[in-house]
């Protein structure tokens, strides 16, 4: 007998060194090798539209297969034997051009159910078509392929450019900058640009949802507005994304702004020369009153004092500097807290992007004329966490600019029933005198303190009181002379005029900011839970200083 007759076919070809063909595959045994769960990663589709597949199966419907960027490629499948016998996992790549040819590579032999294998991309050309299947065997039989999944490469990165015309540029004035960006395989699936050299990292097109500065550029362009922040030599920056995630070399464009042109105003937090609102938004964060919400908020809620996550339960407000700028700095307390913060703004209105510093608490008391008294036996504690109410007044000696500066603040708190007034001091903070500026009684506890500047007819700031009781709002206004100002209005909390009621119960939050409307006078603001503001225009007089005698219908 030969030796080709004694041997069984495999047994022969194994004895000469010829290797044989898989075994045939048998679907209908059950104890065939099963290969599911295809992935490749990184996973083909289109960043644009933030739509993904692992496998995709029909590469001719819609927008065509999936594109994947500059990068090796693996292919995973989840392969087992119902026996729980070794199997071996071969990966066919298919380039699927006329003519094109296929490669197979195979796992090791294991129990283990991941098999994967990994392609370089030197082996893709840049705007190919591939596609990859897998089948397992465990040396007796084999499973039938997976089903074909389809992608397509894109090597090339796409290109960014932004421009901007000759037009000066000024702090807090809106400038356009036109973005531009190219792409020759998968096209421009979106951009993002911004104003600071740090790298924009691991951003996505999807996330123009919550970031304005994440943009689609319509035919490849679109124009936005900068406001720069301070005056000086500054950049806008850009990066462009290509449907295969492929990310653009920054582009850039630098220029200079010059000192803004608009007034310094008290209660300007972005250098525009208007007042602005700040309100908690649904999310906890403050936000200026009519900012797109999708900017980056004013103050985010993540750092807001006390460690809550949210400025709807802060004591906030903003009226002048204790930084020697042009707008307003952000001064907050957290109820019960025994600390006062203070955000200093960059220019641009952006309170959070560094970390506060703290107030300190002045240790020594004056009376309303000035004489030394004992804090402790008037009530004044030696930190903040008796305080129930403080507002940021402006200058209690003339809210007028000085040489075109706004004059340093000063902040009103009301502790243990008593009305007290500090005024700027040195190094970004506070004075360490306290001056009580009502009576030496608790009549002030349970009044809310708004601070709308000047709005009775003089140069100095005005208080607007409401009770939390009734929802009166009274105003008291400072006398006397800037070297010596007189608070005798402040005594009592109920001797003020009254200009309106704002019942407590349907306008939990209320304030004033100074002009809102443009006409002249101060008005009145009141904002719900979500950060919607309702503004009450004030009525009355503008010279020579403006004189608030009510407001009209809500607008």
Same mark, same amino acid.
Request: aromatic share 10%.
């Given at each position: 007998?030969?030796?080709?007759?004694?041997?069984?076919? @495999?047994?022969? &070809?194994?004895?000469?060194?010829?290797?044989?063909?898989?075994?045939?595959?048998?679907?209908?045994?059950? &104890?065939?090798?099963?290969?599911?769960?295809? *992935?490749?990663?990184?996973?083909?589709?289109?960043?644009?539209?933030?739509? #993904?597949?692992?496998?995709?199966?029909?590469? #001719?419907?819609?927008?065509?297969?999936?594109?994947?960027?500059?990068?090796?490629?693996?292919? *995973?499948?989840? &392969?087992?034997?119902?026996?729980?016998?070794?199997?071996?996992?071969?990966?066919?790549?298919?380039?699927?051009?006329?003519?094109?040819?296929?490669?197979?590579?195979?796992?090791?032999?294991?129990?283990?159910?991941?098999?994967?294998?990994?392609?370089?991309?030197?082996?893709?050309?840049?705007?190919?078509?591939?596609?990859?299947?897998?089948? @397992?065997?465990?040396?007796?039989?084999?499973?039938?392929?997976?089903?074909?999944?389809?992608?397509?490469?894109?090597?090339?990165?796409?290109?960014?450019? !932004?421009?901007?015309?000759?037009?000066?540029?000024?702090?807090?004035? @809106?400038?356009?900058?036109?973005?531009?960006?190219?792409?020759?395989?998968?096209? !421009?699936?979106?951009?993002?640009?911004?104003?600071?050299?740090?790298?924009?990292?691991?951003?996505?097109?999807?996330?123009?949802?919550?970031?304005?500065?994440?943009? *689609?550029?319509?035919?490849?362009?679109?124009?936005?507005?900068?406001?720069?922040?301070?005056?000086?030599?500054?950049?806008?920056?850009?990066?462009?994304?290509?449907?295969?995630?492929?990310?653009?070399?920054? @582009?850039?464009?630098?220029?200079?702004?010059?000192?803004?042109?608009?007034? &310094?105003?008290?209660?300007? !937090?972005?250098?525009?020369?208007?007042?602005?609102?700040?309100?908690?938004?649904?999310?906890?964060?403050?936000?200026?009153?009519?900012?797109?919400?999708?900017?980056?908020?004013?103050?985010?809620?993540?750092?807001?004092?006390?460690?809550?996550?949210?400025?709807?339960? !802060?004591?906030?407000?903003?009226?002048?500097?204790?930084?020697?700028?042009?707008?307003?700095?952000?001064?907050?307390?957290?109820?019960?807290?025994?600390?006062?913060?203070?955000?200093?703004?960059?220019?641009?209105?952006?309170?959070?992007?560094?970390?506060?510093?703290?107030?300190?608490?002045?240790?020594?008391? *004056?009376?309303?004329?000035?004489?030394?008294?004992?804090?402790?036996?008037?009530?004044?504690?030696?930190?903040?966490?008796?305080?129930?109410?403080?507002?940021?007044?402006?200058?209690?000696?003339?809210?007028?600019?000085?040489?075109?500066?706004?004059?340093?603040?000063?902040?009103?708190?009301?502790?243990?029933?008593?009305?007290?007034?500090?005024?700027?001091?040195?190094?970004?903070?506070?004075?360490?005198?306290?001056?009580?500026?009502?009576?030496?009684?608790?009549?002030?506890?349970?009044?809310?303190?708004?601070?709308?500047?000047?709005?009775?007819?003089?140069?100095?700031?005005?208080?607007?009181?409401?009770?939390?009781?009734?929802?009166?709002?009274?105003?008291?206004?400072?006398?006397?002379?800037?070297?010596?100002?007189?608070?005798?209005?402040?005594?009592?909390?109920?001797?003020?005029?009254?200009?309106?009621?704002?019942?407590?119960?349907?306008?939990?939050?209320?304030?004033?900011?100074?002009?809102?409307?443009?006409?002249?006078?101060?008005?009145?603001?009141?904002?719900?839970?979500?950060?919607?503001?309702?503004?009450?225009?004030?009525?009355?007089?503008?010279?020579?200083?403006?004189?608030?005698?009510?407001?009209?219908?809500?607008?």
């Amino acid at each position: 007998m030969t030796l080709a007759r004694a041997l069984p076919v @495999a047994a022969l &070809a194994l004895a000469l060194g010829i290797a044989t063909a898989a075994p045939a595959a048998a679907a209908g045994d059950p &104890a065939t090798p099963a290969v599911t769960a295809p *992935r490749t990663s990184p996973t083909p589709g289109f960043a644009g539209e933030d739509r #993904y597949s692992d496998c995709d199966t029909n590469p #001719y419907s819609g927008s065509g297969a999936g594109w994947v960027g500059l990068g090796d490629l693996t292919f *995973r499948a989840r &392969a087992t034997s119902p026996t729980g016998a070794q199997v071996q996992t071969t990966f066919q790549l298919w380039d699927t051009a006329y003519g094109g040819k296929r490669t197979d590579q195979a796992s090791i032999w294991t129990t283990w159910p991941e098999a994967s294998t990994s392609f370089g991309r030197d082996g893709f050309v840049d705007g190919g078509q591939y596609a990859w299947r897998a089948r @397992a065997t465990d040396g007796k039989l084999t499973s039938p392929y997976t089903a074909w999944c389809y992608f397509r490469v894109d090597h090339t990165p796409p290109t960014a450019e !932004i421009t901007t015309d000759e037009t000066p540029k000024k702090v807090g004035e @809106a400038a356009t900058f036109t973005l531009k960006g190219t792409d020759t395989g998968s096209q !421009i699936a979106c951009a993002r640009w911004r104003t600071t050299s740090t790298p924009s990292v691991g951003w996505r097109c999807s996330d123009a949802a919550k970031d304005s500065h994440v943009v *689609r550029l319509t035919d490849g362009s679109l124009d936005i507005k900068v406001k720069p922040e301070t005056w000086g030599s500054q950049a806008v920056y850009l990066q462009t994304m290509d449907n295969a995630g492929n990310v653009s070399q920054d @582009a850039s464009v630098s220029y200079y702004a010059q000192q803004s042109t608009a007034p &310094a105003v008290f209660g300007d !937090i972005d250098a525009d020369g208007k007042p602005d609102v700040l309100v908690p938004d649904a999310s906890g964060n403050l936000r200026k009153w009519g900012a797109n919400p999708l900017d980056t908020a004013n103050a985010r809620a993540q750092v807001a004092p006390g460690g809550s996550g949210s400025w709807a339960g !802060i004591q906030y407000g903003h009226r002048g500097t204790l930084s020697y700028q042009q707008v307003d700095d952000l001064i907050a307390h957290v109820p019960g807290g025994s600390a006062l913060y203070v955000f200093h703004n960059g220019g641009s209105g952006l309170f959070t992007e560094q970390g506060p510093t703290l107030a300190y608490k002045p240790d020594t008391c *004056r009376s309303a004329d000035r004489r030394i008294i004992d804090c402790a036996e008037h009530g004044l504690g030696s930190n903040w966490s008796k305080v129930t109410q403080f507002a940021v007044f402006g200058s209690p000696r003339g809210d007028s600019p000085i040489e075109g500066v706004l004059p340093g603040t000063s902040v009103l708190f009301v502790e243990n029933g008593r009305l007290w007034l500090v005024e700027r001091g040195f190094s970004n903070g506070l004075n360490d005198e306290a001056v009580l500026v009502s009576g030496d009684d608790t009549r002030w506890d349970g009044y809310e303190l708004l601070t709308p500047g000047r709005a009775q007819g003089t140069d100095f700031p005005t208080l607007w009181a409401r009770s939390q009781a009734n929802g009166t709002i009274r105003a008291f206004s400072v006398a006397g002379t800037p070297d010596l100002p007189d608070f005798s209005a402040f005594a009592d909390p109920g001797a003020g005029p009254v200009l309106a009621t704002l019942a407590p119960g349907a306008h939990p939050r209320a304030g004033s900011d100074g002009d809102l409307t443009g006409d002249g006078l101060p008005d009145l603001w009141s904002a719900d839970a979500s950060g919607k503001v309702t503004v009450f225009p004030g009525t009355g007089t503008t010279a020579p200083h403006p004189t608030v005698t009510g407001f009209g219908p809500a607008i």
